[in-house]
């Protein structure tokens, strides 16, 4: 199918995050993939075990490697195991300041939100005894998010790339061999964060530390001191430290 006949909005038309939203919903139910608009670049995703596997090959993703729940704070809290301190850690940052955060943290293989998944797709979701959940991300992805929990199911998604291809900010950037993968393709624009260049943070709450240092994670650093006494080494290229940032005159 044409590029043309995959996008949405139509150019020229306004988004309407509900209407776009209940769009992919749709596609996704029907065993499509969708690309969508995130804070930090487009996303790939899925919620059928056969269209996860064919997103999975058009990323060319290597055997093991894993790829994250894309949710919300309810499905974090529906899935993972924490203790109350640390949901209520990241209720504020994902809920009260707005972040957009990928968790990770062991999870609950008995909840009813993964029986629908097949033992390939959980393994592609999981590693250690872990899942990674990405929370946030933007209203449309939310919407998403929230349609799929009201029916008893989960969002699979990475970047919408290549593997090793680095984020990309806008639809026209996407490698072809994605944009011929997806059913459909929501186009927003440029996206939020693209001056970082950089996907999601992921953060252990479990182990508490660091995994990948993603777009904002100079807030999320001063944000785990200020509020939790929390400690976590410095981003080098934006260090932030006493107001002072690499490049600054």
């Not at 209407?19 to 996303?43: H, S």
């Not at 529906?78 to 301190?85: F, G, N, S, T, V």
């Not at 005894?129 to 939310?142: Q, R």
Request: with cysteine; aromatic share 8%; glycine share 10%.
């Amino acid at each position: 199918m044409p590029l043309q006949e995959k996008l949405i909005p139509t150019p020229g038309t306004p988004p309407n995050v509900h209407k776009d939203a209940l769009r992919v919903f749709q596609a996704l139910q029907e065993g499509g993939i969708a690309i969508v608009p995130t804070e930090v670049g487009y996303g790939l995703i899925a919620s059928s075990s056969e269209a996860i596997t064919r997103a999975f090959h058009a990323k060319k993703r290597r055997p093991g490697h894993t790829q994250g729940i894309i949710g919300n704070y309810d499905v974090h809290r529906a899935l993972h195991i924490l203790p109350a301190e640390r949901f209520e850690m990241t209720k504020t940052l994902t809920h009260d300041l707005d972040m957009s955060l990928g968790v990770i943290a062991p999870y609950r293989p008995d909840h009813p939100l993964l029986q629908g998944m097949s033992a390939e797709t959980l393994e592609k979701t999981t590693k250690d005894g872990n899942m990674a959940i990405h929370v946030g991300g933007g209203s449309l992805l939310l919407e998403v998010v929230r349609l799929h929990y009201e029916v008893g199911k989960v969002v699979v998604g990475s970047s919408a790339n290549v593997t090793g291809g680095g984020q990309k900010f806008r639809v026209q950037d996407i490698e072809e061999e994605i944009l011929e993968a997806a059913d459909i393709v929501v186009d927003y624009g440029l996206q939020r964060y693209h001056i970082y260049g950089r996907a999601s943070i992921l953060y252990d709450f479990g182990e508490m530390r660091v995994v990948r240092m993603g777009a904002c994670y100079e807030l999320f650093r001063e944000r785990m001191r200020r509020f939790w006494g929390v400690e976590l080494e410095e981003d080098p290229v934006y260090p932030c430290e006493k107001g002072e940032y690499i490049g600054a005159e």
